[in-house]
C-alpha cells in the first residue's frame, strides 16, 4: 500500500469557501447491483427518486463493489482491501476502529450517525462498537437476532428500542437520520449521515422465532416489493433533507453493497425449508439474473450516484471506482486528508468534472472474495488471480477466457498482472 494524502482540489475548496463543509449522506442499498435501477436501464420495477438523483447528479458506471455484502463494508469504512485485514466473517478489525471513514470526518469536524443494517458484530455482544468506530449516534437492527423490517429488533445507541412493535424497520432508521440531520443543523455542525439499508435483502433464515410477515399478507415482502420500498425510502430522506432546507448544503451519494440477489425468501414452510422466488432484472429489454455472491460483473457491478444542486453537474462518468475508494472521497468532501496508508483514490475530482488526469489515476479496480480469488481490471479487461483472463466488454458472462494473442489484450494482461503486484494480492501460474 501506498501513503496517500490529498490535496484539496480546486471545485471542492470553491463548494466549501462558497457555503462551508458540506453535510454528507451516503445511502448504500442492500443487495442491489445495477440492474434493478431505472436511471442504469432497469424496467422491471419503478425506482423514480433514485433515477431523480441521477437525473440531476453524477452517475458512475464503473464502480465495483466485493461480490458480498461484510467485505465491502469493511472496505468502504476502512479504505483498505478485505484481504489485508483478516476480518472473520460478521466482525470489524479492532485495529481499524480508530481509522475508520466515520473518525476521519469526526476528526474533521463532523456530527456523525449510522442506521439501517450494521453485521460487524452481534450487537448484544458489543453494544458500543458503533461509538468506538467514530459514530455519535446510531440505530441498527439486530444482525441475526430479529426482525429488520416488519415489528423490528433494534439497538439504538447503546440500548435494545421497546417501541417497535407495528412498525416498519425502514421507517424508523429514515426517522432516526432525519431527527439527526435536524439536530446536528441546529447545533450548526456538518453531518455524516450513513445509512446501510436492509433493503432489499430478504430476512435472515437463523433466528429461533418466525420474523413477521407482511402486515395482512402470509409471506414476506418480495424483492420487487422491497425495491419499491428501497426507493420510498431514498425518497423520504432526501425531502427530510429539503424539509430542512439543507439540499444546497448537502451531498447525497447512492450505492449498493454487492449485486443483486439471486433469489429471496417469500415464507416459511418447516423447519429450515423456506419458499423462495427467482430474482432478476430486465435491463434495456434483456433478462438478467441476480449474481450476488460471483466475482462476475452482475455480482460486483453497482450503482453509483452523487447529487449536490449547483455543484455537480447532471452526467455520466466512466471513472473507475473500487469500494477503497469511498473514505478518501469522503475525506476530501470533508475538507481533510487521509495520513494513515489505504489502497482507496479519491473520485472526489470526477464529482466536479476535472479531467481524468487531474487526480492520481486509478488504472484498475479490485474486488474479491472469500477463498482466495479476486481480480484487477479495466473497463474492457479483468484478469483473475488464477489466471483467467476476459474481456467482459464482449462477454459478461465470461465463457471464453482470452488467448494472448491479442497485442492490445496482451499488454493491459502485463498491466493487470502488475497491478496484482503492486498490491501484493497471492496469486497462481496461468
Request: charged share 25%.
Amino acid at each position: 500500500m501506498k501513503r496517500i494524502i490529498f490535496p484539496l482540489f480546486a471545485c471542492v475548496a470553491v463548494a466549501i469557501a462558497a457555503q462551508g463543509k458540506p453535510n454528507i449522506v451516503l445511502i448504500m442499498a442492500d443487495d442491489v447491483g445495477c440492474e434493478p435501477i431505472g436511471a442504469y436501464g432497469g424496467e422491471r420495477w419503478k425506482t423514480p427518486h433514485i433515477d431523480a438523483l441521477a437525473k440531476g447528479g453524477m452517475k458512475f458506471d464503473y464502480c465495483f463493489s466485493m461480490p458480498v455484502c461484510h467485505p465491502t463494508r469493511v472496505c468502504l469504512l476502512t479504505g483498505k482491501y478485505p484481504f489485508r485485514l483478516n476480518s472473520g466473517w460478521g466482525s470489524f478489525p479492532k485495529a481499524e476502529e480508530k481509522n475508520t471513514v466515520a473518525q476521519v470526518l469526526k476528526k474533521a469536524g463532523y456530527a456523525t450517525a449510522v442506521a439501517g443494517k450494521w453485521q460487524l458484530s452481534l450487537m448484544k455482544n458489543d453494544l458500543q462498537q458503533p461509538a468506538r468506530m467514530g459514530f455519535d449516534e446510531w440505530s441498527v437492527f439486530g444482525w441475526h437476532e430479529g426482525a429488520r423490517f416488519h415489528e423490528p429488533f433494534i439497538y439504538e445507541n447503546g440500548r435494545l428500542r421497546t417501541d417497535t412493535k407495528g412498525k416498519y424497520g425502514p421507517d424508523l432508521y429514515v426517522d432516526f437520520l432525519g431527527e439527526f440531520m435536524a439536530k446536528s443543523a441546529k447545533a450548526g455542525k456538518p453531518f455524516f449521515a450513513y445509512y446501510p439499508m436492509a433493503l432489499a435483502h430478504d430476512v435472515t433464515d437463523d433466528i429461533p422465532v418466525q420474523v413477521p410477515y407482511m402486515p395482512g399478507k402470509d409471506r414476506w415482502m418480495d424483492y420487487g416489493e422491497m425495491i419499491e420500498s428501497m426507493d420510498a425510502m431514498v425518497g423520504k430522506l432526501v425531502a427530510k433533507v429539503d424539509q430542512l432546507g439543507l439540499r444546497k448544503k448537502t451531498i447525497i451519494l447512492f450505492t449498493g453493497d454487492n449485486g443483486t440477489a439471486k433469489r429471496s425468501k417469500l415464507r416459511h414452510i418447516k423447519g429450515r425449508k423456506y419458499e423462495y422466488e427467482t430474482v432478476y432484472s430486465i435491463r434495456n429489454g434483456k433478462r438478467i439474473p441476480g449474481g450476488k455472491g460471483t466475482l462476475l460483473d452482475i455480482g460486483t457491478n453497482v450503482p453509483l450516484i452523487a447529487n449536490w444542486p449547483g455543484y455537480i453537474k447532471a452526467g455520466s462518468s466512466d471513472a473507475l471506482v473500487d469500494f477503497s475508494d469511498w473514505l478518501p472521497t469522503l475525506a476530501e468532501l470533508g475538507a481533510t486528508k487521509v495520513s494513515h496508508k489505504i489502497d482507496g483514490i479519491s473520485f472526489a475530482p470526477q464529482l466536479f468534472g476535472l479531467p481524468r488526469n487531474s487526480r492520481k489515476s486509478r488504472s484498475f479496480a479490485f474486488s474479491e472474495r472469500k477463498g482466495g480469488k479476486a481480480w484487477v481490471r479495466t473497463k474492457q479487461y479483468k484478469l483473475y488471480s488464477d489466471g483467467k483472463f476476459f474481456d467482459v466488454k464482449n462477454d459478461a458472462m465470461e465463457k471464453k477466457p482470452l488467448k494472448d494473442s491479442a497485442l492490445r489484450a496482451a499488454e493491459v494482461r502485463r498491466n493487470l498482472e502488475k497491478a496484482f503486484s503492486e498490491i501484493k494480492y497471492p496469486t497462481k501460474k496461468k
